[in-house]
């Protein structure tokens, strides 16, 4: 196990009955830089010269993407739950481990990175590595914070995720 689980809080029931959710409130907030600074050493220096932007999925992919982003001098890309960015906008729709729903974001292009908290199911991260492809852009790198083993050994166009903290 990676050094900053032990900063991982498990949140029985929540956000319904039958769900353990890996809160990384305290983790960001009493280790920001060391976390940071683990999602960017999934990724050497020659990928990362091949990335000209970062995408986070909202809300706490923003959070990691954003700064990973500013640290490589990268542009940052949002991927926001649906209504929440001005038009024009490519949206997909998605299943999730507890519901449905839809994810935008505006066309562009590029290499991405694409980031985001907790691997679970998958769905969350596959929908915006599709949505990323179908807005302009090309996938060349994801990257978890937490993977929760649910599904082993991600891919996804057989690109593999990298992570830094699995369960399982």
């Not at 990362?48 to 995408?55: C, L, P, Q, Y």
């Not at 729709?93 to 985001?116: F, K, N, T």
């Not at 302009?136 to 083993?149: C, F, P, R, S, T």
């Amino acid at each position: 196990m990676h050094e900053l689980t032990r900063y991982v809080v498990d949140v029985p029931d929540f956000p319904q009955p039958g769900i353990l959710f890996r809160d990384i409130s305290k983790l960001l907030r009493e280790h920001f830089a060391e976390t940071v600074t683990a999602v960017d050493r999934l990724f050497g220096a020659e990928e990362w010269a091949g990335f000209d932007a970062v995408a986070g999925i909202e809300s706490r992919g923003f959070v990691l993407a954003a700064a990973l982003a500013a640290v490589h001098g990268k542009g940052f890309v949002p991927v926001r739950k649906k209504g929440k960015l001005p038009p024009p906008v490519v949206d997909i729709a998605y299943d999730l481990e507890y519901g449905a729903g839809v994810l935008e974001m505006q066309r562009g292009s590029g290499r991405l990175l694409l980031v985001d908290d907790v691997l679970a199911t998958g769905g969350t991260l596959r929908a915006a590595a599709a949505l990323s492809k179908l807005a302009g852009y090309e996938v060349q790198g994801l990257g978890v914070l937490i993977d929760l083993a649910i599904v082993k050994n991600f891919t996804w166009e057989s690109l593999p995720s990298r992570t830094v903290i699995r369960y399982g």
